[in-house]
């Protein structure tokens, strides 16, 4: 139960962060550049609020158990690269042609790496598997259009860099530490990033600002903790086939809070999803050759 929980509210984070990028870059509120400097800066000062008050609580609690997990230096890089290259792309990509590069290529990411580290799949979640992906397929290609090679290029790539980062942070132990110190390494790259972004600074209006400082703080800052909590709890390719839901997740936010039309289509790829899904996490899975969790351990041991 306390895995479907954590899950459920950090794919609901993840929708509304794709929902609020989608309204920020696509009405011209503000550059990507721009965003996504203020998208990290806000995760980071949200982030440390949070820490410093939990910190307090442990001390009363005399909880040190966690203290040593500070992230890395990898997962902050890939955190940089996801959000600057999902940015960076959705200049240019239609909302479903980014989505289905952007999923797709998480799902290789952490499959691989779960198979790659013997994690093996029945018969039953193979299937399951293949029908979660093409509902999502059958729910994004009607609106995609062929994209331009670089963005996307830069989709692909910022895909990857959040399955890596996904993968990784199945090692931490203290996740809102880990992922609160990763942001905390982001900001040094951000003077860059407004240096870029300085010719759109005249362009910036209160709207843009307002939706990069909540997708950071909120969908982003939060909801990678909630992430980093239930990714323990998850195996690799478990934590690849539920985040199929987020586009389902985002559509139906859009309903509800811009009066977009669910169609037929739709509801029927969101039960195919969703059913296939449901499937895939309660399939009995093979005995491994070689547990995936002596896998994520060993991220740990790396250098950082």
């Known amino acids: 139960?306390?895995?479907?929980?954590?899950?459920?509210?950090?794919?609901?984070?993840?929708?509304?962060?794709?929902?609020?990028?989608?309204i920020a870059l696509a009405n011209g509120y503000i550059d990507a550049w721009n965003f996504t400097a203020l998208r990290l800066l806000s995760g980071?000062?949200?982030?440390?609020?949070?820490?410093?008050?939990?910190?307090?609580?442990?001390?009363?609690l005399v909880n040190t158990e966690y203290a040593p997990d500070n992230g890395?230096?990898?997962?902050?890089?890939?955190?940089?690269?996801?959000?600057?290259?999902?940015?960076?792309?959705?200049i240019e990509l239609d909302t479903g042609s980014g989505a289905l590069i952007l999923f797709s290529a998480v799902q290789l990411t952490m499959i691989g790496w779960g198979i790659i580290n013997k994690e093996r799949l029945s018969a039953i979640q193979w299937a399951a598997f293949m029908c979660a992906l093409m509902g999502f397929i059958y729910?994004?290609?009607?609106?995609?259009?062929?994209?331009?090679?670089?963005?996307?290029?830069?989709?692909?790539?910022?895909?990857?860099?959040?399955?890596?980062?996904?993968i990784r942070g199945k090692a931490c132990k203290s996740p809102l530490r880990a992922t609160s110190y990763n942001f905390f390494r982001s900001v040094l790259i951000l003077p860059v990033f407004f240096i870029v972004g300085f010719a759109s600074v005249a362009q910036l209006n209160w709207q843009g600002i307002a939706l990069a400082c909540a997708s950071g703080a909120l969908a982003s800052g939060i909801g990678y903790s909630i992430w980093y909590i239930a990714l323990?709890?998850?195996?690799?390719?478990?934590?690849?086939?539920?985040?199929?839901?987020?586009?389902?997740?985002?559509?139906i936010a859009g309903a509800i809070f811009l009066d977009e039309v669910l169609s037929a289509r739709f509801i029927i790829a969101s039960a195919?999803?969703?059913?296939?899904?449901?499937?895939?996490?309660?399939?009995?899975?093979?005995?491994?050759?070689?547990?995936t969790h002596s896998a994520d351990k060993a991220l740990a041991d790396e250098s950082k």
């Not at 902050?76 to 600057?84: G, H, N, P, R, T």
């Not at 195996?235 to 985002?250: D, E, F, G, Y």
């Not at 899904?277 to 547990?291: R, Y």
């Open 272 to 291: 195919f999803i969703l059913g296939a899904v449901m499937v895939f996490l309660l399939a009995k899975q093979p005995q491994s050759l070689h547990s």
């Open 44 to 60: 980071a000062l949200c982030l440390g609020v949070i820490l410093l008050w939990q910190s307090k609580s442990s001390l009363r």
């Open 139 to 166: 729910l994004m290609l009607p609106s995609a259009t062929v994209p331009s090679v670089l963005p996307a290029v830069l989709m692909c790539t910022s895909g990857i860099a959040w399955g890596v980062y996904s």
């Open 1 to 22: 139960m306390k895995a479907i929980l954590y899950t459920l509210l950090a794919l609901i984070a993840f929708a509304a962060n794709s929902l609020l990028c989608r």
């Open 232 to 251: 323990p709890l998850l195996k690799s390719t478990q934590a690849a086939v539920v985040q199929l839901c987020v586009p389902v997740i985002a559509a």
């Open 72 to 90: 890395s230096w990898r997962s902050s890089i890939s955190l940089v690269v996801y959000a600057l290259c999902f940015s960076l792309a959705y």
